[in-house]
C-alpha cells in the first residue's frame, strides 16, 4: 500500500496568495483528517470528514480556510488569502472506519512557509 | 473540555537506559489512548494503543497501560537505543457529537546517546 500521499510536500508562497494543499487517503479508508503543526501550538485537528461528509470542521481557523471531500480518493485544503501565521506543517491522515478506537495514518506532511 | 498533558522535554538518556514519558488524560467517557511517534521529516505513526480500562498496549518494547483511576497512559521502555530518537505523542480519541474527536498532546522529544 502507497499509505497516505500529499502534495506539495513543500510549499513557499507570498502573503495574499492562495495555496491549496491536496491528500489522497488509504484505499478504502472512511475517514479522513486535516491537522496542522506548529511549536507553539502543536498538533491540531482542522477538520474531518467521514464517508467524504465533513463532520467536525471546529478547529478551521476561520473562513481563509476551506477543505473539501468530491470523492473517497481525494481531498483539498485551500487557504486563500495565505497570511505569515498560516506557516506550518499540515498533515492529511485516513483510518479505515469511523471508530475512536482505530488508528490514524498520516501522510508526510506539508510544510508551508508564507512569506 | 477533553485534554491530555505529557511531560515536557526534551529527555535525554544513553543507550540502554529506562525511558518513562509520563501522560494523563481528561476526559469524558471512556477515549480510546494512543501513542504515536514522529521521526524527523515524517508524519505521526502508530507505536501502541489500548482501548479500554487496564488493557496494556506494547510494541517494540515500549508499553502503556490505560490506568483510569489515575488517568494516565505512561510510556515505558526498559532499554532505549539510539533508532528511538523522535518525538512522542500522547493522544485520546473520545465519542463527540456526530463522530469524535482526537486531542494530542504536546509531545516530547527522546534524544538517546550513543
Known amino acids: 500500500d502507497a499509505g497516505v500521499i500529499q502534495s506539495p510536500r513543500h510549499e513557499v508562497t507570498e502573503m495574499g496568495q492562495e495555496v491549496t494543499l491536496r491528500c489522497k487517503p488509504i484505499s478504502g479508508h472512511n475517514s479522513l483528517f486535516w491537522y496542522r503543526q506548529t511549536m507553539m501550538r502543536g498538533l491540531e485537528l482542522l477538520i474531518y470528514f467521514n464517508n467524504n461528509v465533513p463532520i467536525d470542521d471546529s478547529g478551521m481557523p476561520e473562513d481563509r480556510f476551506s477543505a473539501k471531500m468530491p470523492n473517497a480518493s481525494f481531498s483539498t485544503l485551500k487557504i486563500q488569502p495565505s497570511e505569515p501565521r498560516d506557516s506550518a506543517v499540515y498533515f492529511c491522515?485516513?483510518?479505515?472506519?469511523?471508530?475512536?478506537?482505530?488508528?490514524?495514518?498520516f501522510g508526510p506532511g506539508t510544510r508551508l512557509l508564507v512569506l | 473540555g477533553d485534554s491530555v498533558t505529557q511531560m515536557e522535554g526534551p529527555v535525554t538518556l544513553s543507550e540502554e537506559a529506562f525511558l518513562t514519558i509520563n501522560c494523563t488524560y481528561t476526559?469524558?467517557?471512556?477515549?480510546?489512548l494512543f501513542w504515536y511517534v514522529q521521526y524527523p521529516g515524517e508524519g505521526l505513526q502508530l507505536l501502541l494503543k489500548?482501548?479500554?480500562?487496564?488493557d496494556k498496549g506494547s510494541n517494540k518494547g515500549f508499553e502503556a497501560t490505560y490506568r483510569k483511576e489515575t488517568t494516565s497512559f505512561h510510556l515505558e521502555k526498559g532499554s532505549v537505543q539510539v533508532s528511538d530518537s523522535a518525538v512522542y505523542f500522547c493522544a485520546l480519541s473520545g465519542l463527540n457529537t456526530g463522530g469524535f474527536k482526537t486531542i494530542f498532546g504536546a509531545g516530547t522529544r527522546l534524544f538517546v546517546k550513543a
Open positions: 489500548a482501548t479500554k480500562a487496564d
Open positions: 476526559a469524558t467517557g471512556y477515549p480510546s
Open positions: 491522515a485516513s483510518q479505515p472506519g469511523t471508530s475512536e478506537q482505530e488508528t490514524q495514518y
